[in-house]
């Protein structure tokens, strides 16, 4: 029995045992946005710190950015401070900065790979839960709170305890029209929302390999959804080709060197594993979100479950979710309404996603009174759909056409739902109040299923009009 | 701020607020989060389950005058889940919770606690479900955690309590907030820098 490369890549930046019992574990990458670093930045400046290696800490702006009007200064008083405060910290921390007036601004998950800045075998850490997308390459990538990153900008480390790992073993073939992210919210379905807590997860097996590096930032995305801060995949040759050529990959002899060096670290066939959990992508179906959290998650053709069908501990939780969404046990969810779609966010706002959505709207429009919106993950993703033509086809089917941003994921810009919207989302969270309104809606699907549900202004089985 | 301040113990009265999987949107609404500082943060605390759209008082216990003053949480499964704002804990350690019991803790959450020198202290469904049960009848309650002891004391009844070994001794010896124990040995960081092949442009390959 061999280690995996969880194990492996641990070990590697360990840089010593602390007298509490954890690691002390470098940190190869540090991202950073405006929302989560600025208190970490007042806590150095009151303790006298510097940045230790302001080198590998890189920032962008994404969370309260408008998508619609991106002209400065906001017309939001608190985001323009916290805009102007991300710049001071950057400018007077040394720190690189990929701002608004940059070619490569986005959400901070998206643009770390786009620029080669993730790679395999590293360790990554973003005050943001959605981190674990960089594990995508087979780094170990995790979400901290601010506190921590007060730690990696001071000590480029953080003091951690090493979970154990899951190997989750997705085997088959995706039928049409099923997607990563159906594969994601299945998993997450089957093991809860809290069954990763104490886990990285490890995506394996022939279907998470047959995906794009897109979809296994998807998986790997929502990892933390259910409940593991770490998620995976292994690097293979999909995932050399995807960084050759970027900005901040190595290049030449050193490429070929690192190729070599990222191969030995994947897992071999004889490692091990705390726990393994399998699922056949080949009886996997579309699904949807029928309740408040990513793990109330059912296949399009199932109906949404009854108390008596669920295990004790999840029926208050699914109370709750009738109560919010006006929904029923024993309900379909194809048919349901909507108000309003929107295809972007750090799970699903990538060029894959947008050709996806767009291939379902060639030639279709939404159907009336539904506000729809498509917002690229990045400037380099809009750029890339615009050169496409992608933007033409959102467009010409209704879909209003934005700029970089998190927009309505998390609404701390002016993006939000209004009242008792309905929302089908290709983002990653369907908590309560989570879209801007405290009343408002949110279904989780993927950009194909948003676009459909757009098309027929109700939740759709995009398998029926592909 | 207090930095380096050893935590033993807490004791104070307690808050029961009950559900599974309550995620960090609950406890702080984004909105709430374009802010360049933490101060202020406690009044928003809860905010869209304690009041509604127009300003109106929902029924929350956060609500309630019987458990003004109380500074230990008590929760159910996977709290703290979602994102990981430590805006979050920010928020209820200013509203005046010093410490939190509950079934288990979402990790990033439990971590951001940690660093903020706040236990986050587990027990099985039924214990903590008698607790709250407690606590709701007399929320004069006295709780006290030992954390040296591992030991809960809730009225006068005694537990044994779980958390993870190493945010306990951090907690005790101070070292929680780690940014000094980190730095201490910053000739270690350098030299494992050194050996990431990343950072040398893959040349010992």
Redesign the interface.
Known sequence: MADNLFSRVWD?????K?????D?L?I?LHLIHE??S??AF??LR??G?RV??PD?TFATVD??VPTADQTRPFS?P??E??MQ?IEKNTEEFGIEFFGLSTDKQGIVHIIGPELGLT?P??TIAC???H?STHGAFGAIA???????I??VL??????F?K?KVRKIQVNGTLPPGVYAKDIILRIIADLG??GG??YAYEYNGEAIHALSMEGRMTICNMS??G?A?VGYVNPDEKTFDYLSGRRYA?SGE?FA??K??WKDLASGLDAEYDDVYTLDASSLVPMVTWGI?PGQAIGIDARIPNLSDLPD??R??AQ?AYDHMGFHASDAMIGKEIDVAFIGSCTNGRISDLREAARILEGRRIAKGIRAFVVPGSKQVATQAEAEGLHEVFQGAGFEWRGAGCSIC???NPDKLDGREICASSSN?N????Q?S??GRTLLMSPAMVAAAAVNGRVTDVREIA | MDIQAAVHSVQGTAIPVPGNDIDTDQIIPARYMKVVTFDGLGEFAFRDVRWDGDGRALDHPFNEERFAGASVLIVNRNFGCGSSREHAPQALMRWGIRAIIGESFAEIFAGNCTAMGIPAITLDHETVKSIMESVAADPATAVSIDLRAKRLVVGSREFDFAMPDAYRSALIAGSWDSTSVLLAGVDDIHACAERLPYLTDFAAL
């Open positions: 590697i930046h360990t840089v010593k602390l007298d509490s019992g954890q002390q470098f190869g929302v989560t600025p208190q007042q806590m009151e303790r710190l230790l290696r590998r969370h309260i939001d608190l985001a401070e916290m405060e790679q075998a590293m005050g943001d839960s981190t995790f979400g901290i709170g601010t506190s921590q007060r730690d001071a000590t480029q480390t953080l003091a305890s979970p929302v809290n807590i104490g933390i959804e409940g801060r190595p050193a060197r690192a070599r060096y959290n501990d999840q208050e939780v709750k998390l609404a701390m969270r908590f309560v109040g989570r801007g405290p009343t």
